[in-house]
């Protein structure tokens, strides 16, 4: 299972960016699909998700409004939309798949994202 992340880069703060995921297989063949980040110094923590059994997402609260994750199934992608972004939402970013609630079974590789003027 690969999971290739790409899209990270520098932007001012109130910019956007928009985080791509190209996972190996279906995207049917797992549970959940999504992001987590990690910023200097911090613990990695969920962004969002997708749960592939009913489309469903979820949002940590810091990012709900301002990120919009979707998902192509016939391209077995994976995308986060990001506006109004902010100096705390510095850090890696990491795409996610997990075959059964709750867990994350495969991550991968990271991109950065800095949000700095």
């Known amino acids: 299972v690969q999971l290739q992340a790409s899209g990270g880069g520098l932007v001012q703060p109130g910019g956007s960016l928009r985080l791509s995921c190209a996972v190996s297989?279906?995207?049917?063949?797992?549970?959940?699909i999504g992001w987590f980040r990690q910023a200097p110094g911090k613990e990695r923590e969920g962004v969002s998700c997708?749960?592939?059994?009913?489309?469903?997402?979820r949002y940590r609260d810091s990012v709900e409004g301002r990120f919009t994750i979707s998902r192509d199934n016939s391209q077995s992608t994976l995308w986060l939309q990001m506006y109004s972004l902010k100096p705390e939402d510095t850090a890696v970013y990491y795409c996610?798949?997990?075959?059964?609630?709750?867990?994350?079974?495969?991550w991968g590789q990271g991109t950065q994202v800095t949000v700095s003027s």
């Open positions: 996610t798949a997990g075959r059964s609630p709750g867990r994350v079974d495969y």
């Open positions: 297989g279906r995207l049917s063949d797992y549970y959940g």
């Open positions: 997708i749960s592939m059994s009913d489309g469903s997402t």
